[in-house]
């Protein structure tokens, strides 16, 4: 759907690159080069995280290609991006409608848009009508190729683009391990209200840090954190193509991953175990497991081995009843040196393991969790 460039505004025609706390804001004159400017005025750093060809695939244009060749100097645009983590954002300011394309190769991206003023239409492949936006209505769509979002004239929007394999992740994870494949949002939510204010919030927020260069969102840790609430907020709030399948889980319980891998670290507690075994035996990937146990056990797979281990340990020793079979016990259930598990077993019950063998028949032992 391309247009030949205009003779007057061959090649970029940049007036202006600017530094705003994390973001990078170029103004150009021909909305055809704008993939190619954000691409080359990304910092190297950001450039090696990304394929070329891919982030170029969204490749913007002049909606009314007739108006562009007849008066070229009113299309001017002003693009305020970042890159961080597998997510970008941008803040565009147009003068004149432009539309963005999705080219071939395309990338593995979903995209929230949000209009500040103006409104927008989005045009999908294989549905009939468009779906229409302004400041009271967002949407969210996949980078499927031939789809089509535009803006109006004397438009401003909010763009984040967040990593499709993140969403399949997270789902994975709130559906119980099962595979997904493909995950498609009903593309128009309400931003005003309910959970798309939520995420209009997020997004607010969002972009308040990355106008700041001292912001904690320039930190690996945070930015991690950030997609997976994101990612999260909008598997959770929005509809889409696995809403109905997330609403019968029972939030409060721990999925089927977390108690497949307990069951099978308490059978094998004294096995050198590693966290990919467990990850086999619960059905899922290591970080699938990972984020399960931080999502509903709050700390780690590994650290729930060594809860398991101890509680194990503390009930044969108490069974056992002699501070002479101390450490045969640790050993057999994976604690290398007697030290060691006595520093964890004071840690988590409060007392050092002779201690308890020998306060035994006075009552029981406090069993709760450090």
Known sequence: MGSSLHPANAGAQRFGLYMHGLFRTVEITDPHQASRQIWENLPAQARGLLNEREACS??????????????????????????????????????????????????????????????????????????????????????????????????????????GQRLRERLEILLDGQSIRSLAFQPIFDQTRGAGATIRHMLEFLFAELARSDSLLANEIAIHAFEDNIALYLLLGLSHSHTQRLQQLRVSAAPGTVKRSEEFMRANAGRPLTIAEIAQAAGCSVRALQAAFQNFRKTTPMAALRRIRLDEARTEMLRAGRAESIARIAAAHGFGTPSRFAQLFRRTYGVYPSEAVRTKPRGRISVERS
């Open 58 to 163: 969204r490749q913007y244009e002049a909606l009314d290609r007739r108006r562009f060749r007849l008066e070229p100097e009113s299309f001017r645009s002003r693009f305020s991006f970042t890159s961080f983590g597998a997510m970008r954002a941008s803040r565009v300011a147009d003068s004149r409608a432009t539309q963005v394309s999705i080219r071939t190769p395309g990338v593995d991206a979903y995209c929230v848009a949000l209009m500040e003023r103006g409104a927008s239409q989005l045009v999908q492949p294989g549905r009939r009508e468009p779906v229409f936006a302004n400041a009271e209505t967002g949407v969210i769509f996949d980078s499927e190729l031939c789809t089509r979002y535009a803006a109006s004239d004397n438009s401003v929007r909010l763009i984040l683009w967040v990593s």
